[in-house]
């Protein structure tokens, strides 16, 4: 028998991303519509599922590099009746992804770094760009599939080069500040013809 009547040999078309890859990744939330505003979510775009667990619908999509294009969907966990573990889940996820989004050592507890992982609503995380470490779980019916379980930041090796940044020796990327900081006003430019000891 030929390779055309035997197909026990041929490749399983798994069409998974292996996992530990790490790539840059956009999220963007399917709005699920239910706002509570006491705990910050609001703009609908939290889901509430039919266990009475809160989460972000989220789909990651892959921007660059061999997997492209690439959609990996996600829930992040705001909130379960069974407990905290799926909320702090989803937080630790959150911080990951501000970090990595906006160039912040997990260990850096400075005041900018602080701030820049504050945001002003759930709204903030929709378009972020991070780079991501792609997982592999199960979905409900038990077939594999991809997920993005945490965020990778400038502490690893890799992110400046995953990020497209420039790698220095000591490549420490600056913090970017949060959305709701005020930009500080820039000086007036020089009046042309005067002096620079006059401006």
């Known amino acids: ?28 939330i ?18 509430r599922g039919s266990t009475g667990a809160v989460y972000l619908n989220g789909e990651f999509t892959v921007t660059e590099g061999q997997y492209a294009r690439r959609k990996i969907f996600t829930l992040i966990g705001l909130y379960s009746p069974k407990g905290p573990d799926w909320a702090n889940m989803g937080r630790s ?6 970090n ?3 160039g912040i050592s997990d260990k850096d507890q400075s005041p900018q770094a602080q701030s820049a992982r504050r945001i002003n609503g759930l709204g903030d995380l929709d378009g972020i760009e991070f780079l991501a470490r ?54 007036a430019s020089p009046v042309p013809g005067r002096p620079s000891w006059a401006q």
Not at 19 to 28: I, N
Not at 93 to 98: A, C, F, N, Q, V
Not at 162 to 175: D, S
């Open 93 to 98: 996820m959150i911080r990951g992804m501000l």
């Open 100 to 102: 990595s989004a906006r």
């Open 134 to 187: 792609i997982d592999v779980g199960t979905d409900a019916t038990g077939d594999d599939k991809n997920e993005i379980r945490s965020a990778v930041t400038p502490d690893h090796r890799d992110y400046a080069q995953n990020m497209g940044l420039a790698v220095q020796p000591g490549y420490h990327p600056p913090a970017q500040p949060a959305p709701q900081q005020s930009v500080q006003q820039q000086p």
């Open 1 to 28: 028998m030929g390779s055309w009547n035997d197909f026990n040999d041929a490749q399983s078309n798994t069409n998974l991303i292996p996992k530990g890859t790490l790539a840059k990744v956009r999220l963007t």
């Open 30 to 47: 399917r709005p699920g519509g239910f706002d509570d505003p006491s705990q910050g979510w609001t703009g609908g775009y939290a889901t």
